[in-house]
């Protein structure tokens, strides 16, 4: 046993092994040598051979707090928490204050998903320990998974200031910090990290995944690029490079790598969506929903799904797949107890909540009228810079502001205001119930923007979206409609949010045109006023933003321009004439390669067509 045990020591694993059976054979019920021998086998990898030969040796001496310790920590590694946790619980009946016990415990509790209680049993060992740096990391991770953010960083700081060359406080202080959007400081504690420790792959990676969500694809690529040099079969680095490359315009090469990924992982639900992104990159569309209907095979929840096939028009699979938006924290459902509506005839209030960004809340306000009649008394709360506005479009529906706190009032059953189109748009032919124009701005108002854009054509345009995520591929530049002033006596119109003096003076100075802006007029918080010189304009030429949402909803002529690739968002579904959402609305997608400048130049010609006979002074 002792020349069993000195191999072992000595990290002669195998021999150690053969040593430890050989006293087994003699001895077949040695609590000692079933017990290590189980270790061994642990550091060998080979987790299920050490459960069975532990848990021998746990039944010989079922007071051993290192044998159950082990135990415990061999069925952790076979991914058997619920029993690791019965096992900890015993240890904890017979060592209350056994940290490593309550840190194991956490850690299962974790891994069970069951956050609140991992928490408490982290608490507990910390009131035992509270210098513990081991403990305090454990905090700092259950917060996060919890998404508790802030105070993940505060729990991290604490280790740090324990164990300030913890690579793995810096890398996870990093993680919290990149979740808080704060991926400047999230890039500074990779670096410290990887200062202490060079190879260290996964600060590398999580690095890149900062920089990428900076927009700093370049160096998010050099990053992912490093990741690969060391481990060419990592599945993330590939597959994050290859959205990189998405970005950068290289989808050729963006396909390549997604399909190195999935030879390592073909069920990869991930890599899949970002496969069939690189195809609709590569105007390969066709191919593109093909990979998404074999992804819903392989995982029938999968949301991003949602995107091509409501796009494509098969609104069966894709408002069930939208649904899940509230799961996938894309929006949050509002914290009303009544039940969810599910198409019925209410008996009381039906409550209406807007969510996500205006263009939504404008796009599906489409369906209050129905809304209307299916209850006695429906109530929408709406981003509250639409009250007005939708106040006077919808009558018999009670418009409130979406605020934090709820509304007051008994309420017989909810619904998010996207939601309801599974019911009321279902397939096709329940579009020719969307009304050709739904908003009705201010006619006093429209009359006063009217009579200050007397004599020429006026056209509104719009060409930025703020929008996170999207805006930076949905947005022109104001030089890029120069192309319209080839049509005669064309006015632009600024219906651009946000400062756009520097924009409008560059573009006089190249021009020598000036593009007409109301200085009276907030463009960004007084959306009930936009709308009114939307109506007063003749036609709007728009990227896919909430100018071109107002301009469909008001029923006005438009042209929206949504970008080429995965920005586009799925409800510019027609690449004709036309939109079943907006009637009036004409969408001119971006073509592969196309700048906005061509684009726009493309449409000149409509533009100047329909000025002949349909321009409403």
Request: proline share 3%.
């Amino acid at each position: 046993m002792q020349n069993a045990m000195t191999l072992h020591q000595a990290g002669r694993l195998e021999e150690a092994a053969r040593a430890y059976r050989s006293v087994l054979a003699r001895e077949a019920e040695n609590a000692d040598a079933l017990h290590l021998l189980g270790a061994v086998r642990l550091q060998q990898g080979k987790s299920a051979e050490a459960v069975e030969l532990i848990r021998k040796a746990a039944d010989l001496r079922p007071a051993s707090l290192d044998i159950l310790g082990n135990l415990a920590t061999a069925h952790a590694r076979c991914g058997q928490f619920e029993q690791a946790l019965g096992v900890l619980d015993r240890i904890l009946t017979r060592a209350p204050r056994n940290t490593n016990a309550l840190l194991g415990r956490s850690a299962m509790l974790l891994n069970l998903r069951r956050r609140d209680e991992a928490l408490a049993a982290c608490d507990e060992a910390l009131g035992i320990e509270p210098r513990s740096a081991g403990l305090l990391f454990q905090r700092a991770n259950v917060l996060a998974s919890l998404e508790r953010f802030a105070d993940a960083v505060e729990a991290m700081d604490r280790v740090l200031e324990l164990s300030p060359a913890s690579v793995e406080a810096l890398n996870n202080r990093g993680n919290a910090l990149a979740m808080l959007g704060r991926h400047g400081e999230a890039i500074a504690n990779y670096d410290r990290a990887l200062a202490i420790k060079p190879d260290y792959l996964d600060a590398l990676n999580n690095r890149a995944n900062a920089l990428k969500a900076a927009e700093r694809f370049e160096e998010a690529l050099a990053g992912y690029e490093a990741v690969l040099a060391r481990e060419p079969d990592r599945t993330d680095a590939l597959s994050n490079s290859g959205a990189v490359l998405i970005e950068l315009n290289r989808p050729v090469e963006a396909l390549s790598r997604f399909d190195r990924a999935l030879a390592l992982r073909p069920r990869d639900i991930t890599v899949i969506n970002n496969r069939s992104t690189a195809l609709l990159h590569l105007d390969r569309k066709a191919e593109a929903l093909a990979n998404v209907r074999a992804s819903l095979e392989i995982d029938p929840d999968n949301f991003e799904a949602y995107y091509f096939l409501l796009a494509n028009g098969e609104f069966s699979d894709g408002w069930r797949l939208y649904d899940r938006r509230t799961i996938e924290g894309q929006t949050r459902k509002r914290g009303y107890a009544a039940p969810d509506w599910r198409g019925q005839k209410v008996s009381g209030t039906l409550l209406v909540s807007g969510e996500q960004g205006l263009g939504d809340q404008i796009l599906f306000s489409s369906l209050l009228p129905e809304l209307r009649s299916a209850a006695d008394r429906v109530v929408a709360e709406v981003e509250p810079r639409l009250v007005d506005l939708f106040k006077r479009s919808f009558s018999g529906i009670e418009i409130v502001a979406l605020r934090d706190k709820l509304h007051d009032g008994a309420i017989a059953a909810q619904t998010l205001i996207g939601s309801a189109a599974k019911f009321l748009r279902p397939d096709w032919n329940s579009f020719n119930r969307q009304p050709r124009n739904y908003l009705r701005a201010d006619e006093k108002r429209v009359a006063d923007f009217r009579r200050r854009l007397d004599g020429s054509l006026n056209v509104g345009v719009s060409w930025h979206s703020r929008k996170a995520a999207t805006g930076r591929s949905k947005s022109a530049h104001l030089i890029d409609f120069t192309p319209l002033f080839e049509t005669n006596q064309i006015r632009l119109i600024d219906l651009q949010y946000g400062d756009t003096k520097s924009e409008r003076d560059a573009f006089a100075a190249a021009t020598g045109q000036a593009v007409t802006h109301f200085d009276d007029l907030d463009l960004t918080n007084d959306i009930d006023g936009v709308a009114a010189l939307i109506a007063a304009c003749d036609l709007v030429v728009s990227v896919s933003n909430t100018t071109a949402h107002l301009a469909g909803a008001l029923g006005r002529p438009a042209w929206v321009m949504p970008p080429f690739g995965h920005t586009r968002m799925w409800y510019w579904m027609d690449n004709g004439a036309g939109n079943p959402w907006y009637p009036c609305v004409q969408v001119r997608p971006q073509g592969a390669g196309q700048s906005w400048a061509q684009l726009v130049a493309s449409i000149r010609s409509e533009v100047a067509s329909f000025a002949g006979a349909n321009v409403n002074r």
